[in-house]
């Protein structure tokens, strides 16, 4: 029984370590490939994770960030900032072209995507030609998206929001609410007054 507890602890201290391995030859691929993304201290990065930027776009990802795996962040122009100690979960997508800044202490789940840009709609011209419309999303310090949440252009989340799985916010959330549906609608206050 001993021998078995022994392997265990010891296959765990070689998974530990092939997670900082990991994460530290993405942090040093990242530096050396994007001189316009800034990483902080104690960024984990799992597998598979995308970073991209063009020369207009800039990403900012403070300390204690955990990236999971199969994570896309992509600045075409503009600046994505994650504040410190945020998780993103399994698959989540963050694309900007103007302003994304997601605050400290936030926990988006797995597949979540969050855009700050939509495609026109007009008549005649096809659809990879139209023009991009885009305003800043900001989503507030110690927030909760449940997977497969989508966030829209101009949208601001509050601090302290819950937001549930599977919606989609295409309006403002005030601090402090639990709010779920598509299109997203408050359902209660987090202290669990209900509206």
Not at 8 to 17: G, P, T
Not at 156 to 168: E, F, K, L, P, Q
Not at 179 to 191: D, E, I, M, Q
């Amino acid at each position: 029984m001993s021998e078995l507890l022994l392997f265990r602890k010891f296959r765990s201290l070689l998974i530990k370590l092939g997670r900082i391995s990991l994460s530290l030859t993405t942090r040093i691929r990242i530096n050396f490939l994007y001189p316009n993304v800034s990483v902080g201290k104690n960024v984990f990065f799992g597998r598979l994770v995308s970073i991209r930027t063009s020369d207009l776009g800039k990403i900012i990802i403070s300390d204690n960030v955990s990236i999971d795996n199969f994570c896309l962040l992509l600045a075409q122009k503009g600046t994505l900032t994650i504040g410190k100690g945020t998780y993103l979960g399994h698959g989540t997508h963050i694309c900007t072209i103007d302003n994304i800044n997601i605050g400290e202490n936030c926990l988006i789940a797995a597949y979540c995507i969050i855009r700050d840009m939509k495609h026109g709609t007009e008549v005649g011209i096809p659809i990879n030609e139209q023009k991009q419309d885009a305003n800043p999303v900001i989503v507030g310090d110690d927030v909760c998206l449940g997977a497969h949440t989508v966030v829209t252009v101009g949208v601001t989340i509050g601090d302290g929001t819950i937001i549930g799985a599977n919606s989609v916010v295409t309006k403002d959330i005030a601090s402090g609410k639990i709010a779920a549906g598509v299109p997203t609608k408050v359902l209660r206050n987090r202290s669990g007054e209900y509206l």
